[in-house]
């Protein structure tokens, strides 16, 4: 079954609106990595966490790796249409190895 | 300029007719990767490759093989295509394991079996 879900699937929100992505793995992640793709696009590095309870910032984005380590989120402060796209968390699962897991994805449209 | 590049970009073709998805980067990166893009499951690992002549299964390898016989070269085969392998296909690589390096992902192929 599917090792890391993000909610919601999908997010509709106003342009200037903040927005939200939660990432939940089944078992602890070694590490995090943040991917925006969008439409039509490849998935582009955001950003990787590493350490528990780890918050970095990227102007407006924000990303924060859970305590124990089996949780992650992204956070748009007042989103534009340039922030369109689907995001996905990625990691390596603490228990698999070398085998490199992506999450289900976020698809966020911003209404203008 | 440094790019990973896949062909061919758009496929079309009917069950059991075999095929292979190239995968070309010029960073010179020890790890290259295969990942499908399904709705809703995001991208699965399909096999990867820590460097040459080294490959390994990823999460859902059942259905493709791959080669790494030159760094900058990782070929994504199917022997025998099924309709369950309708799909969008990223190459990826990194200059060492996604853990210490980011990964750059190609273009993407998108395959429709019959």
């Known amino acids: 079954g599917q090792q890391v879900m993000q909610i919601p699937q999908y997010q509709h929100v106003q342009e200037g609106e903040d927005f939200t992505t939660y990432c939940n793995s089944s078992?602890?992640?070694?590490?995090i990595q943040w991917y925006k793709q969008r439409p039509g696009g490849h998935p582009v590095f955001l950003i990787q966490?590493?350490?528990?309870?780890e918050v970095k910032k990227q102007k407006r984005l924000t990303f924060q790796f859970g305590e124990a380590k089996k949780n992650s989120s992204l956070h748009i402060t007042a989103t534009q249409t340039t922030d369109v796209g689907t995001y996905f968390c990625?990691?390596?699962?603490?228990?698999?190895?070398?085998?490199?897991?992506f999450g289900t994805g976020t698809s966020l449209t911003v209404i203008p | 300029e440094a790019q990973v590049t896949q062909n061919p970009r758009y496929l079309i073709t009917v069950t059991g007719k075999k095929l292979t998805v190239t995968c070309s980067q010029n960073?010179?990166?020890?790890?290259m990767s295969w990942y499908r893009q399904d709705p809703g499951l995001g991208l699965r690992q399909i096999y990867y490759?820590?460097?040459?002549?080294?490959?390994d299964k990823g999460d859902v390898p059942e259905g493709y093989k791959v080669s790494r016989k030159e760094k900058r070269n990782f070929p994504l085969i199917l022997e025998s295509p099924s309709p369950n392998q309708t799909s969008l296909y990223f190459c990826?690589?990194?200059?060492?394991?996604?853990?210490?390096?980011?990964?750059?992902f190609g273009p993407g192929t998108r395959l429709l079996v019959l």
């Open positions: 990826a690589s990194s200059d060492r394991d996604p853990f210490q390096e980011t990964q750059y």
């Open positions: 078992t602890t992640l070694s590490n």
């Open positions: 966490l590493v350490k528990s309870g």
């Open positions: 990625a990691g390596y699962l603490s228990d698999t190895g070398n085998q490199f897991y």
């Open positions: 960073m010179n990166h020890e790890y």
């Open positions: 490759s820590m460097n040459v002549e080294v490959t």
